[in-house]
């Protein structure tokens, strides 16, 4: 088995899990990855879960990670995902998959958002793009059951999340859900939504970047039709003002605290 190490220690956990599931005695395990993120923790998540592990010497500023499974000690062992945490101040509980941002507790920005959601009209479409584990759409559905609801993410542990997370808490409303897993809003028709809001990353892996959010204005203002609104939340510091007033003409900022702001723009002809 060749495995290139994840950044997320959640999301390794839960592979070696998987692993273990699947291996045998004569089973090899070699994992790669840049020297400074193989450390004693990640070779414990190793021995913990799957066998016992050592890293090579450094070549190249990499190393690799040679484990022999303990094929008896995982038969009966567990798989720990997804997580299930009780969304603060509801009565609901957000299911997260292990490779799922903010696994174990409301995000601020979220937070702040959730404070700030548009009151919706009946029948209407409404995209939550970058969707993560659903908590957006759960409060949406919960405030407005007559919408109709689309969740997408670029992961599908994302979408699987905000599908078991509306799921198991207001399973009688999905029937208005499609979950999607795409590449922003590839997918998506032009002149198909109402709303479309969005809680952007800015980071990819280790790297801070804005063409993400981007791509996702970008696709926003093709799905939206004429009227058709998009909202965001983002930190402060990050400029989307300025870029969502180019590509769209106008922005006008709803709420602001110390850290995050909430922006809203209209499609317009």
């Known amino acids: 088995m060749l495995l290139k190490l994840p950044n997320n220690h959640s999301y390794l956990k839960y592979i070696l899990q998987q692993l273990a599931q699947v291996v045998t005695a004569n089973t090899i395990v070699l994992a790669a990855a840049k020297a400074k993120d193989i450390n004693k923790n990640v070779l414990a998540l190793f021995t913990e879960h799957l066998g016992p592990a050592n890293a090579s010497l450094a070549v190249k500023k990499c190393r690799v990670i040679s484990c022999t499974p303990n094929v008896q000690a995982n038969e009966t062992a567990p798989i720990g995902f997804p997580l299930r945490w009780p969304l603060e101040n509801s009565n609901y509980t957000v299911v997260n998959h292990a490779n799922v941002f903010s696994r174990e507790k409301l995000d601020q920005g979220a937070r702040f958002f959730l404070q700030h959601l548009p009151s919706l009209q009946d029948g209407q479409t409404v995209v939550d793009l970058g969707c993560g584990n659903g908590v957006l759409s759960l409060q949406l559905l919960a405030q407005s059951k007559d919408i109709n609801l689309i969740c997408t993410d670029e992961s599908y542990m994302a979408v699987e999340s905000a599908k078991q997370t509306l ?24 002149k198909t939504a109402d709303y479309v809001l969005c809680n952007p990353p800015f980071h990819q892996q280790h790297a801070v970047t804005s063409h993400i959010a981007s791509q996702m204005f970008y696709d926003a203002k093709r799905v939206l039709k004429q009227g058709g609104k998009l909202r965001i939340v983002a930190n402060r510091h990050l400029g989307y003002a300025d870029t969502l007033k180019r590509m769209f003409g106008n922005c006008r900022q709803l709420a602001a605290d110390a850290k995050f702001i909430i922006l809203e723009v209209i499609k317009r002809s």
Not at 175 to 186: M, N, Q
């Open 167 to 190: 799921s198991e808490n207001l399973p009688h409303e999905t029937a208005r859900c499609l979950f999607v897993a795409d590449d922003c809003l590839s997918l998506q028709g032009d």
